[in-house]
């Protein structure tokens, strides 16, 4: 079956650098758009980024300039490079796969098949 597992978070202080990863297996990774998604607690989840098969990429205007969305579709495993980290930025982050990644809907959770369980980033003030 498919599988997303989320790794590299954990916590840093504001301003400080975190990359997550997220390994894939049981689809044909290169076939998909990848997106990551966060939830704080209280707040729904948000979009903040993706990258489409052809390496297009989309952000949240939060993270624009800051964060960095990549794939390696040799090691089925999409990136987020996360810099200059706010408190704001705290959350559990989640990526995501899309099969079928509608022109300007990057960002709603429904286009999205397969979900990771998520991992937490803490940013100390």
């Known amino acids: 079956q498919v599988q997303l597992v989320e790794s590299g978070g954990g916590l840093v202080q504001a301003g400080g650098s975190l990359k997550l990863s997220c390994a894939a297996s049981?689809?044909?990774?290169?076939?998909?758009?990848m997106g990551w998604f966060r939830q704080a607690p209280g707040k729904e989840r948000e979009f903040v980024a993706a990258i489409r098969r052809s390496r297009a990429t989309y952000y949240t205007d939060s993270v624009k300039g800051r964060f960095t969305i990549s794939r390696d579709n040799a090691k089925n495993t999409v990136y987020l490079q996360m810099n200059s980290l706010k408190p704001e930025d705290a959350a559990v982050y989640y990526c995501?796969?899309?099969?079928?990644?509608?022109?300007?809907?990057?960002?709603?959770?429904?286009?999205?098949?397969?979900w990771g369980q998520g991992t937490q980033v803490t940013v100390s003030s």
């Open positions: 049981g689809l044909t990774f290169r076939d998909y758009a």
């Open positions: 995501a796969a899309a099969y079928e990644l509608q022109l300007g809907a990057f960002s709603a959770e429904a286009q999205y098949d397969y």
